[in-house]
């Protein structure tokens, strides 16, 4: 088995798993596009901010007792 270094590497998008070549000059990588780059940060950021089983309260004042 061969591997060509010119061979540039193939990439599946992590939010549609689209292969796409890697390329240094794509703003979005790892994702494909624009589009599926703003979809990952809108969920990564909605999960972020749902955290089960803990008031909203109580997350600010433990980051008010620690000095944040
Ligand atoms: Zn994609």
């Known amino acids: 088995m ?3 270094t ?3 590497p193939l990439v599946p998008c992590p939010n549609c798993g689209t ?3 890697w390329d240094s000059n794509n703003t979005f990588r790892p994702f494909c596009s624009a589009r599926c780059k703003n ?3 809108v969920a990564w950021a909605n ?3 749902a955290i089960p089983g803990q008031p909203l ?3 600010f004042s ?3 007792d ?3």
């Open 66 to 68: 620690r000095g944040y």
């Open 2 to 4: 061969s591997y060509s």
């Open 6 to 8: 010119t061979k540039p």
């Open 57 to 59: 309260e109580d997350v």
């Open 19 to 21: 292969e796409q070549i």
């Open 39 to 41: 979809n990952d940060l």
């Open 62 to 64: 433990e980051d008010l």
């Open 47 to 49: 999960e972020d901010h």
